[in-house]
């Protein structure tokens, strides 16, 4: 009897990364020195399934709930952040599949076991109008996962072969994405030098005059519920709130491994010029029981606002205040992870600056997740707009 793919046994995700995670913790130092995940734990992620985490079932993947992914991924970058990182990018990516045409769908996903989805943002992405489809050119940067990508996706305007900019029914510009393989771009793999998350290689990609045929370019408005592909409640999320939610738990995961390794830290070290050990100093006693209030509020805070909306979406539509507080949980939780993490790094004194502890890669990694938009202040503003009764940016929310 033939298993038909909604039949097959649902691989537990988070399972698979506990176990993988000292693997992970032990390629660490390579991962920050090589600049990229190297080969062989690319090839333990796919054999763990957590590159198809939030792939649908139709096309092979766990399509599991987005509960259970940012503990995968909080369990992952507690091991590295950069791994983290490069497999919460391309599974939020991948849920992209439910506004594909089918068959560039499977192509990508479901007739290879190992295809992996990439993209990086741009602002000079253009799509010309060709016989059949469109060529493409432009430059994408920060494309986290693309060294372990087969496909890239370019987000574009699109143009008129005169030139002229085609626009919708109402009157605003026409955005697509379209997909291509990796093969097909060129890639500067010499654009990544910077403070933290090294090893995720996140490159910047160029695609000149590229031609996409109009079966892998998904409009805009495809990505709306009412006209996606895939109907079950995790793709009535949007992109936007799953990249927040990977973050923050990208976040977390290096705040919890972080404030571990300084409780550890202080159960020997005394510091220069004192008498006492550090877990003896009532200061740090202090400060390690307000960081644990800190982390554990926040962590909470976020897992039962997705919870809420993920019951939501399975029942029905999320309100918009159930969507406010989960922007509201995910911001807050980056900005308090950020502040724990802070704590442990500076008690830890002089130890923490050394590459061979556990403080200083961890710090700037933190500090690189902490610059992303979806970590910015700035998106209170859009949850305190809610709370008085104005309309939030809707992007933002």
Same mark, same amino acid.
């Given at each position: 009897?033939?298993?038909?793919?909604?039949?097959?046994?649902?691989?537990?995700?988070?399972?698979?990364?506990?176990?993988?995670?000292?693997?992970?913790?032990?390629?660490?130092?390579?991962?920050?020195?090589?600049?990229?995940?190297?080969?062989?734990?690319?090839?333990?992620?796919?054999?763990?399934?957590? !590159?198809?985490?939030?792939?649908?079932?139709?096309?092979?993947?766990?399509?599991?709930?987005?509960?259970? !992914?940012?503990?995968?991924?909080?369990?992952?970058?507690?091991?590295?952040?950069?791994?983290?990182?490069?497999?919460?990018?391309?599974?939020?990516?991948?849920?992209?599949?439910?506004?594909?045409?089918?068959?560039?769908?499977?192509?990508?996903?479901?007739?290879?076991?190992?295809?992996?989805?990439?993209?990086?943002?741009?602002?000079?992405?253009?799509?010309?109008?060709?016989?059949?489809?469109?060529?493409?050119?432009?430059?994408?940067?920060?494309?986290?996962?693309?060294?372990?990508?087969?496909?890239?996706?370019?987000?574009?305007?699109?143009?008129?072969?005169?030139?002229?900019?085609?626009?919708?029914?109402?009157?605003?510009?026409?955005?697509?994405? *379209?997909?291509?393989?990796?093969?097909?771009?060129?890639?500067?793999?010499?654009?990544?030098?910077?403070?933290?998350?090294?090893?995720?290689?996140?490159?910047? !990609?160029?695609?000149?005059?590229?031609?996409?045929?109009?079966?892998?370019?998904?409009?805009?408005?495809?990505?709306?519920?009412?006209?996606?592909?895939?109907?079950?409640?995790?793709?009535?999320?949007?992109?936007?709130? *799953?990249?927040?939610?990977? #973050?923050?738990?990208?976040?977390?995961?290096?705040?919890?491994?972080?404030?571990?390794? #300084?409780?550890?830290?202080?159960?020997?070290?005394?510091?220069?010029?004192?008498?006492?050990? *550090?877990?003896?100093?009532?200061?740090?006693?202090?400060?390690?029981?307000?960081?644990?209030?800190?982390?554990?509020?926040?962590?909470? #805070?976020?897992?039962?606002?997705?919870?809420?909306?993920?019951?939501?979406?399975?029942?029905?539509?999320?309100?918009?205040?159930?969507?406010?507080?989960?922007?509201?949980?995910?911001?807050?939780?980056?900005?308090?992870?950020?502040?724990?993490?802070?704590?442990?790094?500076?008690?830890?004194?002089?130890?923490?600056?050394?590459?061979?502890?556990? #403080?200083?890669?961890?710090?700037?990694?933190?500090?690189?997740?902490?610059?992303?938009?979806?970590?910015?202040?700035?998106?209170?503003?859009?949850?305190?707009?809610?709370?008085?009764?104005?309309?939030?940016?809707?992007?933002?929310?």
């Amino acid at each position: 009897m033939m298993v038909t793919m909604d039949e097959r046994t649902k691989v537990d995700c988070l399972a698979n990364a506990r176990a993988l995670a000292p693997v992970i913790a032990a390629a660490a130092p390579r991962i920050e020195a090589a600049g990229e995940l190297p080969s062989d734990l690319v090839a333990a992620l796919h054999e763990a399934r957590l !590159y198809r985490m939030l792939v649908p079932r139709s096309l092979g993947g766990e399509e599991i709930s987005p509960v259970e !992914y940012v503990q995968v991924i909080e369990e992952i970058a507690k091991a590295d952040a950069s791994t983290a990182w490069c497999l919460g990018q391309t599974s939020v990516c991948s849920t992209i599949a439910k506004a594909m045409k089918p068959q560039t769908a499977e192509t990508i996903f479901l007739k290879n076991s190992r295809g992996v989805l990439a993209w990086g943002p741009s602002n000079n992405g253009k799509a010309v109008a060709d016989k059949g489809g469109y060529r493409i050119s432009g430059v994408w940067p920060f494309a986290s996962g693309s060294r372990q990508a087969t496909w890239l996706a370019a987000h574009c305007l699109v143009y008129e072969p005169d030139g002229q900019q085609r626009r919708d029914g109402e009157g605003r510009p026409l955005q697509k994405t *379209l997909v291509a393989p990796r093969e097909a771009a060129a890639i500067n793999s010499d654009a990544w030098h910077v403070i933290g998350l090294k090893g995720t290689g996140s490159d910047t !990609y160029s695609f000149t005059d590229v031609f996409v045929p109009e079966d892998c370019a998904i409009g805009y408005h495809a990505l709306s519920p009412a006209e996606r592909r895939e109907h079950g409640p995790l793709y009535s999320f949007t992109i936007y709130q *799953l990249f927040g939610a990977s #973050f923050a738990a990208v976040a977390l995961g290096i705040a919890r491994a972080t404030l571990d390794a #300084f409780c550890t830290l202080a159960q020997n070290k005394t510091p220069t010029g004192q008498t006492v050990m *550090l877990r003896d100093n009532p200061v740090i006693q202090s400060q390690v029981g307000v960081a644990q209030a800190q982390l554990a509020a926040a962590r909470a #805070f976020f897992v039962v606002a997705l919870e809420e909306i993920w019951q939501a979406a399975q029942s029905g539509t999320a309100s918009i205040d159930q969507r406010v507080r989960l922007r509201m949980a995910s911001i807050h939780l980056s900005q308090q992870a950020r502040q724990v993490a802070e704590m442990a790094y500076l008690a830890a004194g002089a130890t923490a600056v050394f590459e061979s502890n556990a #403080f200083e890669r961890r710090i700037r990694d933190m500090h690189a997740v902490s610059q992303q938009a979806q970590a910015q202040f700035a998106i209170f503003e859009a949850v305190g707009r809610h709370f008085l009764g104005l309309p939030p940016n809707s992007r933002m929310i």
